[in-house]
């Protein structure tokens, strides 16, 4: 989250998340997706690909955010 907080605006995708992190797809789309569920990232469609972007307010969203 910490990318995501320095770089409002950045777009992250699941391949780009599975070589940042060396995790697996599967991997990478869930990490992405728990992110999306609770809005603390958008998750957005482009040519049948999903992207994830760092909204402007992401800061002020995780301290709303509380996991159950």
Do not use: C, W
Request: charged fraction near 30%; avoid cysteine.
């Amino acid at each position: 989250m910490g990318n995501a907080i320095r770089h409002a605006g950045a777009r992250y995708t699941i391949k780009s998340h599975q070589r940042s992190h060396a995790v697996a797809y599967d991997t990478a789309r869930t990490d992405l997706l728990e992110l999306a569920d609770p809005g603390l990232l958008e998750r957005r469609e482009r040519d049948r690909t999903y992207g994830f972007i760092s909204p402007d307010n992401i800061e002020a969203r995780l301290l709303e955010f509380s996991p159950t």
